[in-house]
């Protein structure tokens, strides 16, 4: 009896203590040392080459890159030394101490447990100290905020091409008050409100510029999560979608001068941020903010009903080396579209970007499967796939779009698996729905497909799933939150926004993403898949609490390149959706690119900046245009950004669909959009044909809505988005119309 | 030569151009609103309507704002009006001021004073602005309690201030919000708090009276206990009670025939329903069929905000000339529009007051339609968001007023268009059911009406097919039931004759006796034991099945089921497991009062009972799907009858098993009801539990792994 009381009793505490673990295994921080020297350089060059020379102010305690060639002062503060020292009415000009800060720091004040914002101006420069030290190429400086207990060691290096500065989380030492965010050089790249010719380029979405105006006091801020949010952070609701940032690039133009920014390192673990049309300031700014630790939003109820409402932060932080590079560009290169080569010429020498070439494709189609329908046999209901295109009415529709339009599609199969287009299991149950055609009708839809030289992709979910099963495991396998705890994510009910239960799904473990990606590749080996289409990968950003090197999204590039080159080196194309960065340069194919941005309302003008870097080396498609609201206006996008429509169709549509969760079967049934397509696709594949392979070299927007591309092979592309019949240089254009020029070379 | 080259070379670069060059009907470039549209569809089960995604009807045409405008900032924006030259009238009620904006977005002026002759008035705290199709501004100036008329110039013309009437209460507050003028001049003036409705003036600027007026909704129970505490109230308690007041007006708008519609806004959750308002012009009563109808979402959303409820606030209306009502959610940021039958065509916008994106919204405070622009003030963004309305918005919109207007063969390659852009579309098929219908193609109106639910057209359809049907077959149907009626006769006559038995088993006989001779049978049940265990089994399960058929295999018209929810083992617990909780808590009560009967003779009894119930069910699946709904109330009273029959037998055989008297029967009966009542208590309590317990356990589980 004694015994079974001490197990039960042991049972008991060892619950009781799960209860109140905390997540461990991130990097521990280094103790704030308070009796550090601070050493302090002289104003002086601390790096320099042929082009630049590094140089630390220790007046203003700033870094200033100058430019010998072309005599021009890169600094941190935007402040011009010409600006007059009092106002009209003789009081001294007061510069906001933002524009003198290099860093800001969020933190969570140990006391009182809130969120805090304090910059190095306040922080390092007047209450604290700031030590700098030579290191090969430049400058390490530690901004110590000795109130607060905490100090950030940033380095400023010297660039061929510019300079670059780095944050190494381990490096930064803090004791009670624990730091969650650092944004760095906040006025670096800015513009001033008033200024003319002068815009932001931010990549959200496409890509979209922010003209420099005054809107308030404090101005507008905007921010975004770089490769979109965390989805093991809780979501309570929904207030809209957004646009991801895929790009982790960003920019400004002042003129004849232009600064294109790259987080080269630690963009997952980024946000990008946005101050516009403050007074104060008189600047408006872009810049990137490093989260250094996981988050969790926690909400219970009390006794008396009320919500509680908990911000939840890890003890450890994450290891990452943050770097950010800037580059200056000048003259005719100080635009977006020199800042896309800029990148485009980054992502060649750094991440291996390949030109993979157009195929002969002049339209993409994307076939949808089934879905899980309710049905009832004598009033008993069960879930079956209800077929909206088997997978020989996709050949069929192939064959007919083939023989109507002698132009080849790219096809993407979508839906198929166990489950068709809902979660199930992951990777589809690593089946073909009978229902859908199986196995056999996949191998005959994939012989027709290499006869005829088509690129198709049968399109997975490696990363999300809802039930358990082939050796997955929803509780073991499944990604954890900042708690330790399993989350699952859910979608949210269209009337209201708030949680759809029936829509939760797992996120699989950060490194179980490898297991799951050689699972696939092994399990349909003898398929005959042309090409995978791996959606998930290209969008989806969330951390894992189950290792430390996944805290606050770190690493999620290097664990999906792995996974992406498992089907590389298989031989097997890879297509993916959207996509970020990473997973973009290693793909062959990219469907479901952006053709808009965010559309903040801070947002002027949408660019095709994404199709900017990668048209001629990887090939991409559009989102589905037959569910754009302006589905014209979307094809038009297309012949602007050089990338191939697609459609997104069923065979058969059912009325069950309108249970469907998301809204992607609202359209698209085949006999309906036949013509349409057919028409489209006679008007544009001369075009696709001439740009085949070959790059964008400049974009241009004019104010009448006209908007010019033109390509490396000499073709461009006048397009009118305008409201109304404008002078192109191609000749007069009514809204809605485009033309094409240089046809002929 | 070299010249002739080169004009070759210009000509064939032109010719390039014009063979090269395609074009495309397409929209100018602007934004898609950053959150998906949606519809609810009607009637699809018993639950009423479900949401579903729509395609967007608008997008973002244009952001208006003091920075594009290019003039001072609007600190205090607080309402936007459009008139009939469609020029735009922002209100920043915070700084008296009105810009007036032209159709093409240029700013017309910038009023910060209404001018009179040596006198100048500001309207600082004004709250709206309208203006007549005469270009007569009205400014509502609440805070300085009067309705200036000014004209587009600025200079006053008169002003509205509170009526010297006897209708006016002394505790009236003019605090005038919204201004409304009909075509004859007559001016609706709306009054914060006031719950006597508009007040109406003549076009002479003379008090009227009041018009229209929500009225207080209350349930039955409400009703009951108000009754009883004014019976039971004294004095003290009298003047601690608080009189229940029907929600104000808070928004009013005039339609091209001088209906006025009105908003009521934020409502509790049980009265969430009627928020619209069509008043007519003379008596101010409602003839819109709206007062059943929530013209916002049905769930409310408690996640957001820390689990405070958000509400719904109906806080703003327009009506344009087809008679669509666009309401405005201020909670939510989103757009609502209805047509004249209070159907939703689409919801957009958004935001929950937290819309940074363009087409969603912080603080949505007003819209007005601008021709078929849809215009929405922010007073937190200080905004006016300029919805322009799609290719498929227009198609449509245009549809289903075609569709009202009962024009249905103007109407059909609209919604075909409709179809191709929007599957989703329930409007599209009800209204290609009605074009078919009016074709003639009455199958395939037949089979859109089902699509859409469309059970009215379905039944016109149906009765036209079926007439149809038996036009053709009419002599074919006569000579077969003049064969059936005679048959039966024959066989009746022959049997009696011959005496032969159609029921060779006893017990069987006993059953079908029994619907004849009730007393007796249950007599000779109880007495000689002849009661069939298996017969009542199979014919609880018949029940049970025809329960389910009848909910699944009915008439289109008669089933309102959601076969994508339905269960039917839940109709298993409301059928059988009603009829096992009857006899065991029959067996238990009846034990302690005295009764004769055994477990054996009440399930028998009961089951046996239930005959009539399962014919009645039987007949309603054959007749549902042979007749119309407006020819069901055979069926009804036919059912009605059966349940009855039932209960009659029930009662009999209760009686006769356990030899009871009437008035012990009703005892027993009672105390049986509320036997089962504690034993379903009981059961959801131990299942609440249970749940709890599991949960429990499996929380303990996630913790220690």
Redesign the interface.
Known sequence: MKKVFAIAISLVM??CL??CSKTTGGLKAVKFDSEAMANSLQSNIVAENSTYALQWDNSTKQIVLFDKVKNVIWSSNPSKSDEPEVDEFGMPVKTHPLLSSDINIKYVEEKTGHLVTVNSFLGANSAGRISTSLIENGVKVIYYFDELQFAVPVEYTLREDGFALTIKTKEIQENENRITEISVLPFMCSAENKSNNSYLFVPSGSGVLIYP????STGQN?RQEIYGNDLMIRE??Q????ENIYLPVFGVKNDKSALCCIVENGAESSFMDGTI?GKTYKYSSIYPSLSVRGYDEL?S?NYSG????TDYYTDDMADIEFTVSYKPLYDDEATYSSMAKTYRDYLIKKEGLKKIGDSDATYAITFNGGFM????F????YETVYPLTTLKQAQQVISELLNETNYKPIVRLNGYGETGLDKGSLAGGYKINSKLGGKKQLIELMSFCYEKNIDSYLNFDILRFKKSGNGWSK??DSAKSATG??YYPTGF???????NNATEYALISRNQILNSALKLFNKTKNWDVLGYSLDAVGTIAYSDYNMGDSYAKANLSRDIENAIKVFNEGNKKIAVSGANAYAAVNATQIFNCPI?S????V?DE?VPFYQMVFKGYIPMTSMPI?Q??????A???CIESGILPLWSLMHD?D?????FA??E?????YS??KDTIIN?VD??S??YKAIKNAEIIEHQIYEN?VRVTKYSNGVTAVVN???NTSETL??TL????????G??G | MKKLKKIFVVL??LI??SV?????????????????S?TY?ENVGAKGR???????TH??KN?LSS?NLNIP?LEGLIDVYADTKQDIYLLDGDNSRLVIVDNKYKVKSDITEIKSEGKNYTFKGARNVYVHSDGKIFISDTENKRVLICNQKGELLDILTVPESNLIPEDFQYLPICVSVDSTGYIYVLCNGSYYGAILYTPEYEFSGFYGANKVKQSVTQALTQMINRLFVNNTKKSLSESVLPYCFIDICIDNENFVYTATGFTEVSQMQGQVKKLNPGKGANIMNSESVNFA????????N???M?RQDISSIDVDDNGYVYCLDRT?GRIYIYDGQCSLVT?FG???S???????FKGASSLTLCGSDVLVCDSE?K?VTIFGL?DFGKNILTARALTLKGKYEESFDIWQNV??????CQLAYKGLARAYLAKGEYETAIKYAK?GYDRDTYDIAFGKVRNAFISRNFSWILTFGIILIISLLVLMVISMRKNVRLFKNQKLKLLFDMLVHPFDTFGIIKDKNLGSVTIGAVLIVLFYIVT?MA??CGGFSFTYID???????F?LLRSVGIVVLWIVCNKAVTTLMDGKGKTKDIFVVTSYSLLPAIFGKLVYIIFSNILLSTEAEFLSIFQVAMVCYTLLLLLIGTIKIHDYSMGRFLGTSILTLVGMCIVVFLIVMVFMLSQQFVGFLAT?F????
């Open positions: 060892i619950v799960s209860g105006k005054e809107i308030s905007f309570y609701t207030t809209s979608q957004k049309g909400r109820v009320a919500t509680l409402v329908a309710s049905k009832s004598l009033g008993v209901p509780l073991y705890k399993s009910t269209m009337a209201i926004r708030d949680k808009s965010a559309r903040f309302d947002f949408d037959n754009e609201t302006l589905q014209e206006d094809l038009l996008a549509y009325n069950s669909a309108i249970n998301s809204p079967l609202r359209n698209g049934v309906r959009y489209a008007n544009i001369t075009y809505g988005r305008g409201e191609l000749g009514d809204a809605g119309e485009y033309r094409i020029g046809l002929n | 064939l670069i390039c151009l090269f060059s395609f074009s495309v009907n397409a929209q100018t470039t602007y934004s898609d609103i950053p959150v998906e949606y569809w479900k949401p579903v995604y729509t395609q967007q997008y973002v952001v920075q900032e979402d049905d769930g409310s959303n408690w996640s957001y820390a689990g405070k958000l939510y919801a958004g935001g929950i937290e819309g940074e994106q363009q087409g969603v963004k905004t799609t179809i191709k852009i929007d599957n989703n699509q389910v909910d699944i076969f994508a929810e339905y269960n039917s083992l109709v303990l996630l913790e220690m792994f």
